[in-house]
């Protein structure tokens, strides 16, 4: 596709479950981010993605929170026992490298923990 | 610790008239800076940037300029459409970083008013 795809759009699941949101970048984007946006709140940072390299998990905000991405194209953040606090849009962005400060954007994933 | 700010969550204009979006930043090591705009259910599009090493940059209707010494941006739009009602965010990166992660402000809903 042409541009960043995020799977599912929405997704609600109930506290204590685990999710998995699916990140597909624009082919040959060599750097991948996650962040979420919680109600009110700007984009915070996940995680960063940079080809081979180990990934940056400095914005993880727990132990439960991980991704990994597959082949360099991929990406999945899993959050293991979701907790309400997990409810947000969490979105994924690319970019075609380290020259490149322009980060594209998917549409999302709503998540919503009751 | 809020490193970008944008302390007006909401503005509304007159269509015609010009939209003043402000941005400040706190970390004097951010050297580019990037506007996004985001639609409802939609992820955030790139759509304009600037370098500190210039105090503007202009694209069409849009022109952000820059004043370090106040770390202070402001994006501009001139004449404003209602199709630019939309969230936009204020993001900063250094470019001398490990992970060129964006640091977002957590936006502003303009509104123009037909």
């Known amino acids: 596709g042409a541009g960043v795809s995020q799977s599912p759009s929405n997704k609600v699941t109930e506290k204590g479950k685990d999710v998995e949101l699916r990140c597909d970048p624009i082919s040959g984007h060599t750097a991948l981010y996650w962040y979420r946006q919680s109600l009110g709140q700007g984009l915070e940072f996940l995680i960063y993605?940079?080809?081979?390299?180990?990934?940056?998990k400095s914005g993880l905000p727990s132990d439960r929170f991980s991704a990994e991405r597959t082949g360099g194209s991929v990406s999945t953040l899993t959050i293991q026992r979701t907790q309400q606090e997990d409810s947000a849009v969490y979105l994924c962005?690319?970019?075609?490298?380290?020259?490149?400060?322009?980060?594209?954007f998917g549409p999302g994933t709503r998540l919503t923990v009751l | 610790d809020q490193q970008v700010k944008q302390n007006s969550p909401s503005l509304s204009v007159q269509e015609g008239r010009i939209s003043i979006l402000n941005c400040d930043y706190t970390?004097?090591?951010?050297?580019?800076f990037l506007w996004y705009k985001k639609y409802p259910a939609e992820g955030p599009t790139f759509l304009i940037s600037?370098?500190?090493?210039?105090d503007k940059n202009e694209d069409g209707r849009f022109t952000v300029f820059l004043n370090k010494s106040a770390k202070h941006l402001s994006l501009h739009i001139v004449p404003s459409q209602p199709g630019d009602s939309a969230v936009y965010f204020c993001?900063?990166?250094?470019?001398?970083?490990?992970?060129?992660?964006?640091?977002f402000g957590k936006g502003t809903l303009l509104t123009v008013n037909p």
């Open positions: 600037i370098s500190s090493i210039k």
């Open positions: 962005a690319g970019t075609p490298g380290l020259a490149s400060h322009e980060q594209f």
């Open positions: 970390n004097s090591m951010f050297d580019y």
């Open positions: 993605f940079q080809g081979n390299s180990a990934p940056d």
């Open positions: 993001a900063a990166i250094w470019s001398g970083g490990s992970n060129y992660k964006l640091t």
